[in-house]
Nanobody
Framework: QVQLVESGGGLAQPGGSLRLSCAAS????????MDWYRQAPGKQRELVAR???????YYTDSVKGRFTISRDNPKNTVYLQMNSLKLEDTAVYYC???????????????WGKGTLVTVSS
């Protein structure tokens, strides 16, 4: 089995910072892409940032210049550094990885349970 555990969410003031982490464990031979999604109240879930196995990154326009995604391969961990937080960043943030299991040629997506980020004055 594969398990993703997110941490680092909480309360921040506008302009403040938080750092989210997501640690993957279980039967994993290779992690391909590592993503952060978020879902705000009344809105659809959206892709916030993605980092690939060759460290190529993607950010949605609303967080460019403020958020940074990174990964620590030996620890199977992905991070999201969030700076200059805005009220509209309030959401549940979800980690998703695409990974291969030992002896399997197919890759699969795995989701964490989410961590709440609240930006409020």
């Amino acid at each position: 089995q594969v398990q993703l555990v997110e941490s680092g969410g909480g309360l921040a003031q506008p302009g403040g910072s938080l750092r989210l982490s997501c640690a993957a464990s279980g039967s994993i031979s290779r992690i391909n892409t590592m993503d952060w999604y978020r879902q705000a109240p009344g809105k659809q879930r959206e892709l916030v940032a993605r980092i690939t196995s060759d460290i190529s990154t993607y950010y949605t326009d609303s967080v460019k210049g403020r958020f940074t995604i990174s990964r620590d391969n030996p620890k199977n961990t992905v991070y999201l550094q969030m700076n200059s937080l805005k009220l509209e960043d309030t959401a549940v943030y979800y980690c998703k990885i695409n990974a291969n299991r030992p002896y399997y040629s197919q890759n699969m997506d795995y989701w964490g349970k989410g961590t709440l980020v609240t930006v409020s004055s």
